[in-house]
């Protein structure tokens, strides 16, 4: 499983970003997802995870209510959008995968992307 996440970018304090994570195979429907981050300074943390058929998620409690989790298994994407962004926000963001076709959401993740910055300025 290769994953490839893009949409970091630098935004203002209050404003949005989506991002995505594209996966190379043609079993993305039975994968648990995953986003996490890792801010300077900080250890990674998980942010939001959502199981293979996309019908439970999960979110931190920093960021429930801002952000959401979705999934299009027919592109085999899985998007994070993230809205009322805050400067703690900043950290890069990855995505990451765990074989898990009972849709539950996995404890550990087997695959990891390649991450991708998001700065948030006050």
């Known amino acids: 499983v290769q994953l490839q996440a893009s949409g970091g970018g630098l935004v203002q304090a209050g404003g949005s970003l989506r991002l995505s994570c594209a996966a190379s195979g043609p079993t993305f429907g039975n994968y648990g997802m995953a986003w996490f981050r890792q801010g300077p300074g900080k250890e990674r943390e998980l942010v939001a995870a959502i199981t293979a058929n996309g019908a439970s998620t999960d979110f931190a409690d920093s960021v429930k209510g801002r952000f959401t989790i979705s999934r299009d298994n027919g592109k085999n994407t899985v998007y994070l959008q993230l809205n009322t962004l805050k400067p703690e926000d900043t950290a890069v963001y990855y995505c990451?995968?765990?074989?898990?076709?009972?849709?539950?959401?996995?404890?550990?993740?087997?695959?990891w992307g390649q991450g991708t910055q998001v700065t948030v300025s006050s």
């Open positions: 990451a995968s765990q074989w898990a076709p009972f849709n539950f959401i996995p404890r550990e993740y087997a695959y």
